[in-house]
């Protein structure tokens, strides 16, 4: 015979932001944001541990700490109404389009039983009889007290650093017309919002909801528990030989086990002098009994050292039980979750209970605010110490609000989340500074890494310069319609450091770089510059800028500067009887003449386009083919200080990013490595961050610069696989300043990367304090446009050139090639 759930419901009410029960039970609920999984170290977890420990201490007697973590499958939305998003952004959407992932919440729900409330059994249960409210549910005083406790309960939880509790308020806990509350979700096992559809639950045939088929797993006999319990368990996944990957206790039982699950956790505190007292006649009724039966004494022995340390190391006797829900529309999958279940609890060395009788009255239990009604006889009695070791502590990754940031894959499902590792940990106050150190050896995605990066701050209104060798940043710099500086035969390198465009001034920095310049194409490295060279210099510049504005007809460039000082600048020298001791005119005219239409290296400093540097957005040198040159290079190392300096001094409140690939290496032996340090210790003060890529660990050993001024001023460290140096590690552990735990982390990249998906991992540090690995997984668009093999680059080329030099186009042409192929 069916009966109405509203008959039958043990919640009387939802007041003063508390669930009332029919049996006059009060409940409090909170919303729990747990740490990311794969985050905390041995000793985090130790501290979480303890942390629950002593805040259920602070509970009063007969209350019920229910526990309950929805998993729930689910899958990533993509966001297409923004008209601004790039192309690649949207191929980016598209790809992520419904990737599978698992969705967690948790919720806390503090209950108080009135004192003299009826031990619920498998017998005896709100389900099958309804009582009057207790006259102490009726009283004010009481309810204070319990909401004394609770508010030391979460501030204690709080405290530990490691978990945020929100409480839910009235509104939320009750159902409204388009919305679900917290009991109506768990009556319905729909967390979704999505679905108004009201459900039959019917316990006839096993225990189903609607058309949902459900299976309950219980840990409710101490014979099926482990034998040994802690905070935390190694993940051999992501072990290595050198270090051991933690997870927690019961993570196999939360976000690893991929399916629709609610993992329920009851921690009963009664009268501990009670628990005690029948302990003790217990334990004499079996020292009676322990001559007739070998289990006796075994059961005897057993009592007396849990009284012993219940009574030795004031320990807190508890109640507790745990089950795990799960369901599947499917009924043909249950037999699949049950082989799921049993191997997430044979990971923790526990034996799956699978429930049928008594699944009415636990799913019962379950329901928000109806954990005082859980069948005590399913219950096992252990201490809170071994009691919390089965808490479920993580949840999985959380996006990031900020505006700014990159997106980066979730590292069990690849679901996009977004990353800030630039404004977030600044407000957080975990770092200092904004600059970022990329060490990664050859094929281990680091450029794939750093193109995705670049582009994302990019498209995010940064102003990018690029310093590379190897033509990294090529197909991205065409997709953004960038300058891209480099050198071949047909095609020499052009700047010209003369012009001046529209928002840029001759102001002190421009005169000093174009000083700077002109001295270092004059005298040699060992050659020092007279004052009066140097005043000179610095008049024929101021004259020659008042000369261009007299003359508007005439172009800036070095062709012209260097007429002006041939034609004009040498009569002012003249009229002011400067010696040539002081300033040799006609020495620097042949000295700079190369430079000069005709001369050798005429097209160096005349450059007719790409002239606005200042404005540009997206600037690469491409230093590959000259960084050898002893005349090209030294002159584009000035012109790239100098475009940089110039946009870090100007753009106010504009975000500026330089990213200085292997060529670091190169641009250390002229003279660069001052000009670095500087960059690292003061671009922090214009909203700016500077990033060096790396290759090599002895690059970091072999080189001052680096091993000082850009690690000891980089909080934000980023390293890819690492497995080929495990076994030297530790001397780069030291160098970065990495602590045990990143190492773990480190060395787990790529250990057990999902062979179905293409992707690599990253290790991310931020200020030695936030430390995850998340994937770098892209859509083929993005795959195509960040390419550094030369046979794909050469393809792209081709499908460009049909398009008439649309790379956009080029881009999709090839992708769809290579899909239909696949």
């Known amino acids: 015979m069916e009966k109405l759930l ?327 999958v249950l037999k699949d979750l049950k082989n799921k279940v049993s191997s997430a609890l044979a990971q923790m060395d526990a034996v799956a209970k699978q429930e049928t009788v008594g699944a009415p009255q636990i799913f019962w239990a379950g329901i928000p605010g109806n954990a005082a009604d859980f069948p005590m006889n399913d219950t096992f009695d252990t201490f809170a110490e071994q009691a919390t070791c089965f808490l479920n502590l993580e949840t999985g990754y959380r996006t990031s609000l900020s505006p700014v940031g990159i997106r980066m894959g979730d590292r069990l499902t690849g679901k996009p989340v977004h990353v800030d590792i630039s404004d977030e940990p600044m407000t957080m106050g975990i770092c200092t500074n904004r600059n970022k150190f990329i060490l990664g050896p050859s094929g281990s995605g680091k450029s794939f890494f750093t193109n995705h990066m670049v582009r994302s701050y990019y498209e995010q209104g940064t102003h990018v310069v690029l310093v590379d060798v190897g033509h990294s940043y090529k197909g991205l710099c065409d997709m953004v319609r960038g300058y891209y500086f480099t050198y071949s035969e047909k095609n020499p390198i052009r700047f010209n450091p003369f012009f001046i465009g529209a928002g840029d001034s001759l102001d002190t920095e421009k005169k000093e770089s174009i000083k700077t310049l002109l001295l270092a194409l004059w005298k040699k490295d060992d050659e020092n510059f007279k004052r009066s060279e140097y005043v000179a210099l610095s008049n024929a510049i101021s004259g020659y800028y008042d000369h261009l504005g007299r003359n508007a007809t005439v172009f800036a460039g070095f062709d012209s500067f260097y007429e002006f000082l041939r034609d004009e600048y040498t009569k002012v020298l003249t009229g002011d009887r400067v010696k040539e001791k002081d300033f040799d005119i006609d020495n620097f005219l042949y000295v700079l003449r190369p ?161 179905t998906k293409k992707y690599k991992e990253v290790f991310i540090s931020l200020g030695g304090m936030l430390s995850r690995v998340y994937r770098t997984e892209v859509s083929l668009e993005e795959y195509i446009a960040y390419t550094t093999e030369q046979t794909e680059k050469v393809k792209l080329m081709e499908y460009t050139a049909q398009f008439g030099g649309d790379i956009q186009k080029g881009i999709m042409a090839m992708a769809e090639a290579v899909r239909s192929k696949t």
């Open 595 to 755: 430079y000069y239409k005709g001369g050798e290296f005429d097209y160096l400093l005349n450059a007719t386009e790409n002239l606005n540097l200042l404005q540009e957005r997206f600037i690469v040198f491409e230093l590959d083919e000259i960084k050898e040159h002893p005349i090209l290079f030294p002159v584009v190392t000035i012109i790239i200080m100098e475009v940089f300096i110039n946009k870090m001094r100007k753009l106010k409140g504009i975000r500026k990013m330089i990213l200085i690939e292997e060529a670091w290496k190169a641009l250390m032996k002229e003279g660069f490595a001052e000009y670095i340090k500087y960059l690292f210790k003061t671009v922090r003060k214009f909203f700016g961050e500077a990033i060096v890529v790396t290759q090599e660990v002895e690059d970091i050993i072999s080189s001052p610069v680096v091993k000082q001024a850009i690690i000891n001023n980089s909080d934000c460290k980023i390293l890819l696989d690492q497995s080929k140096y495990q076994n030297k590690f530790d001397q780069i552990q030291e160098l970065l300043g990495l602590t045990d735990k990143e190492k773990a982390l480190v060395l787990s990249v790529n250990k057990a990367n999902d062979p």
């Open 6 to 332: 509203d008959e039958l419901l043990p919640i009387m009410d939802v007041q003063h932001d508390c669930i009332l029960s029919k049996m006059g039970d009060v409940t409090v609920v909170f919303k729990a944001d747990l740490p990311e999984i794969f985050t905390l170290s041995d000793q985090e977890y130790e501290a979480f541990h303890q942390g629950w420990v002593k805040a259920i201490k602070v509970l009063p007697k007969y209350s019920v700490l229910h526990k309950q973590d929805w998993f729930l499958d689910s899958s990533y939305r993509p966001d297409f109404t923004k008209d601004d998003t790039s192309f690649l952004s949207r191929s980016s959407e598209r790809f992520f389009n419904e990737r599978p992932y698992l969705a967690h919440s948790c919720y806390i729900m503090l209950t108080k039983k009135p004192e003299n409330r009826k031990t619920a059994t498998s017998l005896f249960s709100s389900l099958l009889k309804r009582s009057i409210v207790p006259e102490e549910t009726l009283k004010p005083q009481p309810l204070q007290d319990f909401l004394g406790s609770t508010g030391q309960f979460k501030r204690i939880i709080e405290d530990s650093g490691f978990v945020k509790l929100t409480r839910l308020t009235e509104n939320e806990l009750r159902s409204h017309s388009r919305r679900l509350g917290l009991i109506e979700q768990y009556c319905y096992l729909s967390e979704k919002n999505d679905s108004f559809l009201i459900n039959d639950i019917s316990f006839d045939q096993g225990l189903q909801v609607g058309d949902k088929h459900c299976q309950l797993y219980t840990l409710a006999d101490a014979q099926d528990l482990p034998s040994l319990c802690g905070s935390r368990i190694n993940y051999d996944k992501y072990s290595t030989d050198k270090t051991k990957f933690s997870v927690g206790f019961a993570s196999t039982l939360g976000q690893l086990l991929s399916c629709n699950h609610i993992y329920n956790q009851y921690i009963f505190i009664e009268d501990a002098q009670k628990t005690i007292q029948k302990l003790e006649s217990k334990r004499l009724r079996l020292q009676s009994l322990s001559a007739y039966s070998r289990e006796n004494m075994i059961a005897r022995d057993a009592t007396n050292d849990f009284l012993n340390e219940a009574i030795g190391q004031q320990r807190l006797p508890v109640k507790a039980h745990f089950n795990v829900l799960v369901w599947t529309n499917n009924k043909e």
